[in-house]
């Protein structure tokens, strides 16, 4: 049975559907099955970015119950599926997102792992997200405001019982003025699970409408991408832990 992973952020803006593309397309890389579903049924953006912006059948369709959750399923050239929401404004008030749990329950027999990427804030269908989502990953930049929304979220996925996978800092620049690593770690009370770097190549992904494990299979940002889904499969890292990975807590 698969597993279903949330993709969330208190904050918009922080890399959050870059990571679900990006995390999905590395576990594929890695020899597992996987669905990325544009949760985000208001500004949805996962079928832009991997070259399916329209088509015939969207997660509002199954949400209205006029389609199987079968058929909403597209396969990107690298193997990994998606399934898109409606980029048409008229589908925001007919989506049902209470019953997004549900749905995402039966892709389980047909992937290792279901993504789930969100909206920003506390909506309903972020809130459906959280409720379908059996581990929860919270992506964040290393900036007060976003850690701050990021511990909302933390605490809202800690009220609903659903186990934090982690977070994952991104758009890192290791500037002076970015929040240290480790009072990260300390004002979210959560494993850092991977820390992803500031790189031109994401945006050169988005402009090939691909994940940049693809795109980009050796710059930084892809291998820590790949280093990530590793630790969601429980693969422990080879490499020695240096001084400063001990010290700021990372995995």
Same mark, same amino acid.
């Given at each position: 049975?698969?597993?279903?992973?949330?993709?969330?952020?208190?904050?918009?803006?922080?890399?959050?559907?870059?990571?679900?593309?990006?995390?999905?397309?590395?576990?594929?890389?890695?020899?597992? /099955?996987? *669905? %990325? !579903?544009?949760?985000?049924?208001?500004? $949805?953006?996962?079928?832009?970015? =991997?070259?399916?912006?329209? @088509?015939?059948?969207?997660?509002?369709?199954?949400?209205?119950?006029?389609?199987?959750?079968?058929?909403?399923?597209?396969?990107?050239?690298?193997?990994?599926?998606i399934i898109p929401s409606s980029l048409s404004v008229?589908?925001?008030?007919?989506?049902?997102?209470?019953?997004?749990?549900?749905?995402?329950?039966?892709?389980?027999?047909?992937?290792?792992?279901?993504?789930?990427?969100?909206?920003?804030?506390?909506?309903?269908?972020?809130?459906?997200?959280?409720?379908?989502? /059996?581990? *929860? %990953? !919270?992506?964040?930049?290393?900036?007060? $405001?976003?850690?701050?929304?990021? =511990?909302?979220?933390?605490? @809202?996925?800690?009220?609903?019982?659903?186990?934090?996978?982690?977070?994952?800092?991104?758009?890192?620049?290791?500037?002076?003025?970015?929040?240290?690593?480790?009072?990260?770690?300390?004002?979210?009370?959560?494993?850092?699970?991977?820390?992803?770097?500031?790189?031109?190549?994401?945006?050169?992904?988005?402009?090939?409408?691909?994940?940049?494990?693809?795109?980009?299979?050796?710059?930084?940002?892809?291998?820590?991408?790949?280093?990530?889904?590793?630790?969601?499969?429980?693969?422990?890292?080879?490499?020695?832990?240096?001084?400063?990975?001990?010290?700021?807590?990372?995995?």
């Amino acid at each position: 049975m698969g597993r279903i992973i949330t993709i969330v952020s208190g904050k918009g803006g922080v890399g959050k559907t870059t990571t679900a593309i990006n995390l999905g397309a590395a576990l594929n890389k890695l020899n597992r /099955e996987v *669905i %990325i !579903v544009d949760a985000n049924l208001n500004t $949805p953006n996962i079928g832009v970015h =991997l070259g399916a912006p329209i @088509v015939p059948v969207t997660l509002n369709h199954v949400l209205k119950g006029k389609a199987s959750i079968e058929e909403a399923i597209y396969e990107h050239s690298s193997g990994t599926k998606i399934i898109p929401s409606s980029l048409s404004v008229k589908e925001l008030s007919k989506s049902n997102a209470k019953k997004l749990p549900e749905i995402v329950k039966e892709l389980k027999k047909f992937s290792d792992f279901i993504i789930l990427d969100t909206a920003a804030g506390f909506g309903p269908e972020v809130m459906a997200s959280l409720e379908a989502g /059996e581990e *929860i %990953i !919270v992506v964040t930049i290393p900036e007060m $405001p976003a850690v701050t929304d990021a =511990l909302k979220t933390v605490k @809202v996925a800690k009220d609903m019982n659903k186990e934090v996978k982690g977070v994952i800092v991104t758009r890192h620049k290791n500037a002076k003025y970015e929040m240290p690593l480790s009072s990260i770690k300390s004002m979210l009370e959560t494993r850092i699970i991977g820390v992803v770097p500031e790189d031109s190549s994401v945006q050169k992904a988005l402009t090939k409408r691909d994940a940049v494990i693809h795109t980009h299979p050796r710059s930084k940002v892809s291998k820590k991408y790949i280093e990530i889904a590793e630790k969601v499969l429980g693969k422990k890292n080879s490499r020695p832990k240096s001084f400063w990975r001990r010290i700021f807590g990372l995995d």
